[in-house]
């Protein structure tokens, strides 16, 4: 989304600078506000969060704080718009920087996905037992495209049980817009990626499928992906496996499956935050995610070694959109009664977007 420039004022500001001024609008605003911080966001922005989380962890905080009538959310765009449907009308989910999207939630779009159902629908017949389960990075209307159809969301926190639960409501499952993490959920399950999946590329007719191929497929996955996470490779696991004998490698389940199976351990953000907390001092760990969350890690357990797969610094580009200046922006704005950079998904869409993101609560992690 476009985000209009910053007053000079703030685009100038200094670090310190902000970080006052954060502080102070927080102190004014006390108990009407609550922060909530992605474990991607930047130090900076992560010292002032009243939460922090990874997507499946905020989603349930937000309806945590029914009192707060504001929720300043330090993510991206699709957790914020969650966050909206998951709380009261009366509570205002503010988005520091709306240019804080997610490129892999672009992937998949409604037009697109509808035009998937019915291809879908016309090649396995309208009785075709598909449960469609949309990734929680995905714009709200894909969620209550999913909610409308019987499917559910999921985060990478619970993605198997929550494609567990849909193959009890359907024979087959359609998973956007992340292929890896649907393609590595498949695997956990025991499905076999060659001859039990197919990849549905939204520019070409039955997704660039046979129509032998979608009715043998148990899984439809969605042609997108993160492109934080996909740019790990074997080579750098095997690399580190060199250059630090008897390494742990720890990665996000948006990689490819190749580099899930040259890993030692896989799982969300929280996942990967205990593996590291609960990890004996002096053990080594090799972590293919964020950089932010990577270098954190490292900071917090001197006793390890923690350091990021990639020798190249790998950000989440979108993520760092939440700069400082927009954040003192938006607090001092609140300060002065003007509501800046609210996030309201339309009620119509909630409806539906609610009902799978409920299912989602209800399957658990
Ligand atoms: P988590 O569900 O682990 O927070 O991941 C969200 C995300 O965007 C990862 O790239
Ligand atoms: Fe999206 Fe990847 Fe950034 Fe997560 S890390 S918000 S999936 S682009």
Known sequence: MYQAPLPKEFADLSQEEADFRITAAKQALGSRLVILGHHYQRDEIIKHADFRGDSYKLAKDASKCPDAEFIVFCGVHFMAESADILTPDHQKVILPNLAAGCSMADMANLFQVRNCWRELEATLGSEMGVVPVTYINSAANLKAFVGERGGTVCTSTNAPAAV??????????????????????????????????????????????????????????????????????????????????????????????????????????????????????????????????????????????????????????????????????????????????????????????????????????
């Open 164 to 365: 567990q639960w849909a193959l009890t409501q359907g024979e087959k499952v359609l998973f956007f817009p992340d292929q890896h993490l649907g393609r590595n959920t498949g695997v956990k399950l025991g499905f076999d990626p060659d001859t039990q999946m197919c990849v549905w590329d939204p520019f070409k007719p039955l997704g660039g499928n046979t129509p032998e191929q979608l009715r043998a497929a148990k899984f439809v996955l969605w042609k997108g992906h993160c492109s934080v996470h996909q740019r790990f490779t074997v080579e750098q696991i095997e690399a580190a496996r060199q250059s630090h004998p008897g390494v742990n490698v720890l990665v996000h389940p948006e990689c490819p499956l190749e580099v899930i199976g040259a890993s030692d351990f896989n799982g969300s953000t929280e996942y990967i935050i205990r593996a590291i907390e609960s990890a004996p001092a002096g053990s080594a760990w090799a972590v293919g995610t964020e950089i932010n969350l990577v270098n954190r890690l490292a900071q917090e357990h001197p006793d390890k070694t923690v350091f990021c797969l990639d020798p190249q610094i790998c950000p989440c580009s979108t993520m760092y959109r939440i700069h400082p200046s927009f954040l003192c922006w938006t607090l001092e704005n609140l300060v002065k009664g003007d509501v800046q950079n609210q996030i309201v998904v339309p009620a119509k869409v909630k409806h539906f977007a609610l009902l799978a993101l409920q299912r989602m609560l209800a399957v658990g992690g």
